[in-house]
């Protein structure tokens, strides 16, 4: 019996191994008695480990991000699930800020870039150098930066500009009503 499960341990992968003991090592955490994820045990089970990673370090809130959100859940908490500002913003706003920053890594902004634009060209200025003349260049990461900072700003007026349809923010089409006076 110890050379057929030494022979399966060695043809075992070793992701497999160190997927079951980051998953255990979650797990644990998820259990504690002050953890901000109190997921059952089936629930813990079943998700994947990054969920069961933003869960225990953001709450059960991440738990709906995922189930609503699916893979843009996943690339938003690997990417800014440490940084404070993003934290602070899911704190108090809730889940569904994710596809609001996705919508934004995914599309970009032209309001965005014709701001950096102008603030590179003024820098420049600034500093002396002549100003040059393109667009600036923002990668899609910052862009889910610049949306965190707006959300941090204007919170719900800004989630106000979005409706999640399957779990996609799109963006909401405005119409400016004129009042008219009637005399």
């Known amino acids: 019996m110890a050379i057929v499960l030494t022979l399966r341990w060695e043809w075992l992968e070793p992701h497999h191994f160190e997927d079951d003991v980051m998953r255990a090592a979650l797990a644990e955490e998820v259990r504690r008695d002050d953890t901000r994820c109190p997921l059952s045990s089936k629930a813990v089970e079943q998700a994947r480990p990054w969920v069961l990673a933003a869960c225990a370090a953001g709450g059960l809130g991440w738990h709906e991000a995922a189930a609503k959100y699916g893979d843009d859940a996943a690339r ?18 809730g889940h569904p800020v994710v596809p609001v920053i996705a919508y934004f890594v995914k599309n970009g902004s032209s309001q965005y870039l014709l701001q950096e634009t102008v603030g590179q060209g003024l820098s420049s200025l600034w500093d002396d150098r002549q100003m040059g003349f393109g667009l600036a260049q923002i990668s899609p990461e910052q862009y889910g930066l610049i949306a965190i900072h707006e959300l ?15 779990g996609t923010a799109v963006r909401r089409q405005f119409t400016a009503r004129c009042l008219v006076r009637r005399t």
């Open 76 to 93: 938003v908490f690997l990417v800014y699930g440490e940084d404070a500002d993003f934290v602070e913003v899911f704190d108090r706003l």
């Open 152 to 166: 941090k700003d204007r919170g719900h007026e800004m989630l106000s500009e979005f409706e999640i349809v399957d």
